[in-house]
């Protein structure tokens, strides 16, 4: 580790703060544009930051927050460098374990049953984004509902108690509402945990990470925020036709289609990937047997199997 005093450390962390660390490089300004980039970025975070991690140099190379420089005597240019040091990050990720959050949504509906029992079967976990108003129709639907709560394969999160009725965009346009209508599933379910995903919306609203696909929704994603949920959205959406079972996206590609973010990193986390599906896509024997095949695979590539309330894992 290079040695700094503390006006200098103060100096990196206020650059930082602006959106531009390498322009306090003082330190060795030679060394850029040349092979020894990695290591330089190496070490102006190992000072910058009391534990560097892998996620926190994806995180400054994704924001932009790196400022190449180009050396003359050994000019590399900009956008070279920034490959190079995206390739070494992914070849770093790619020595650490993937993870794979299985979501499922609009539960409980025909289709809940077989989620549950595969969970059990294969011993994996997956995550039930469940909507109350569902569970009184019917007694079947009630348990089925009672199924995922009792299943500790399973974790049970917030989609609110109506779905909108899936008029969204008059549900989103009072938000105070659209709120109210996520606490009356809290109050019903009994959440083991504030994880909700808003119906019809691909948002992320989770540490510092605020991802807004459609801006009439924001309001209800943070009124939900402030009141200690976690917003997530999703990586890659997977489509099977609810009554006859049946999909345009065969199963070898959707596992492709995965894979490729693992490898390429280029889900919302590094090395996890948020997969969505929902519950009515698997009612028939032939919907149930894509999935069985599709998690065999899964299983087979070695990625683990989480709960949302753990995401994202950080290397
Ligand atoms: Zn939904």
């Known amino acids: 580790m290079l040695k700094i005093?503390?006006?200098?450390?103060?100096?990196?962390?206020i650059t930082l703060a602006s959106l531009s660390f390498f322009s306090c490089q003082n330190i060795s300004?030679?060394?850029?544009?040349?092979?020894?980039?990695?290591?330089?970025?190496?070490n102006l975070e190992v000072i910058i930051f009391d534990k560097p991690t892998l996620h926190a140099k994806w995180d400054s190379l994704r924001k932009n927050q790196l400022k190449f420089t180009v050396d003359s005597l050994n000019p590399v240019d900009k956008k070279t460098q920034k490959r190079r040091l995206k390739d070494s990050l992914r070849r770093e990720f790619d020595k650490h374990p993937k993870h794979i959050y299985l979501t499922f949504d609009d539960g409980p509906l025909v289709g809940s049953r077989a989620i549950d029992s595969l969970a059990r079967a294969k011993k994996i976990k997956v995550n039930a984004f469940v909507v109350g108003r569902h569970s009184a129709m019917g007694k079947y639907r009630l348990r089925d509902l009672n199924l995922y709560i009792e299943?500790?394969?399973?974790?049970?999160?917030?989609?609110?108690?109506?779905?909108?009725?899936?008029?969204?965009?008059?549900?989103y346009s009072n938000s105070q509402k659209a709120f109210q209508d996520f606490k009356k599933n809290e109050e019903l379910i009994k959440f083991d945990s504030k994880?909700?995903?808003?119906?019809?919306?691909?948002?992320?609203?989770?540490?510092?990470?605020?991802?807004?696909?459609i801006q009439?929704?924001?309001?209800?994603?943070?009124?939900?925020?402030?009141?200690?949920?976690?917003?997530?959205?999703?990586?890659?959406?997977w489509r099977l036709n609810?009554?006859?079972?049946?999909?345009?996206v065969p199963v070898e590609s959707i596992f492709n289609k995965i894979v490729n973010f693992m490898d390429n990193k280029s889900s919302k986390e590094p090395n996890?990937?948020?997969?969505?599906?929902?519950?009515?896509?698997?009612?028939?024997?032939?919907g149930q047997?894509?999935?069985?095949?599709?998690?065999?695979?899964?299983?087979?590539?070695?990625y683990k199997f989480e709960f949302m309330e753990d995401y994202p894992v950080k290397y």
Not at 242 to 248: A, I, K, W
Request: overall charge negative.
């Open 242 to 248: 609810s009554v006859s079972g049946t999909t345009n």
């Open 289 to 302: 047997k894509l999935l069985n095949d599709l998690v065999d695979k899964l299983i087979a590539k070695g």
């Open 151 to 171: 299943n500790p394969l399973v974790a049970v999160y917030n989609h609110s108690y109506t779905h909108g009725y899936n008029r969204l965009q008059t549900f």
């Open 5 to 13: 005093n503390e006006g200098l450390l103060t100096l990196c962390a």
């Open 216 to 237: 009439n929704a924001a309001p209800t994603a943070d009124s939900l925020f402030k009141d200690g949920y976690k917003i997530f959205g999703w990586d890659v959406e």
């Open 29 to 42: 300004n030679s060394a850029f544009g040349s092979q020894k980039i990695d290591s330089i970025v190496e």
């Open 272 to 286: 996890n990937v948020v997969f969505l599906m929902h519950d009515d896509m698997f009612q028939t024997r032939s």
């Open 195 to 213: 994880v909700a995903r808003l119906p019809g919306r691909n948002i992320w609203v989770y540490d510092n990470e605020r991802k807004i696909d």
